[in-house]
């Protein structure tokens, strides 16, 4: 059973960077696509990065409001995904969360492995 726990979430000012991680257990992470999501107080849940998985050649893809600022990455050896994040604006404040399946997708409801998330936090 695939298991997610991201880390890296913290409070930062605006213009900062944070790198969030996604490290998994229970099975190889290279053969699954993982997204980044984020959920900020009453809003819905958004996808914010996806990288598909090495056997699809880990294309990446983001979100308008995040591209050029985050990059998503894979360390195969540690079995993790890494979400860098730089340029940080107070609208980047939310909950952030991995998550697993075989593609990427827009859908929530397509991944069927979430981590408990990570809170990130811009404010000066």
């Known amino acids: 059973q695939l298991k997610l726990v991201e880390s890296g979430g913290g409070l930062v000012q605006p213009g900062g960077s944070l790198e969030l991680s996604c490290a998994a257990s229970?099975?190889?992470?290279?053969?699954?696509?993982i997204g980044w999501f984020r959920q900020a107080p009453g809003k819905e849940r958004e996808r914010v990065s996806c990288?598909?998985?090495?056997?699809?050649?880990?294309?990446?893809y983001y979100a308008n409001s995040v591209k050029g600022r985050f990059t998503i990455s894979r360390d195969n050896a540690k079995n993790t995904v890494h979400l860098q994040m730089n340029s940080l604006k107070p609208g980047d404040t939310a909950v952030y969360y991995c998550?697993?399946?075989?593609?990427?997708?827009?859908?929530?409801?397509?991944?069927?492995?979430w981590g408990q998330g990570t809170q990130v936090t811009v404010s000066s």
């Open positions: 998550a697993a399946q075989w593609v990427c997708t827009d859908r929530l409801a397509d991944f069927g492995y």
């Open positions: 229970g099975s190889t992470l290279e053969h699954f696509a």
């Open positions: 990288i598909s998985s090495d056997d699809s050649d880990s294309v990446t």
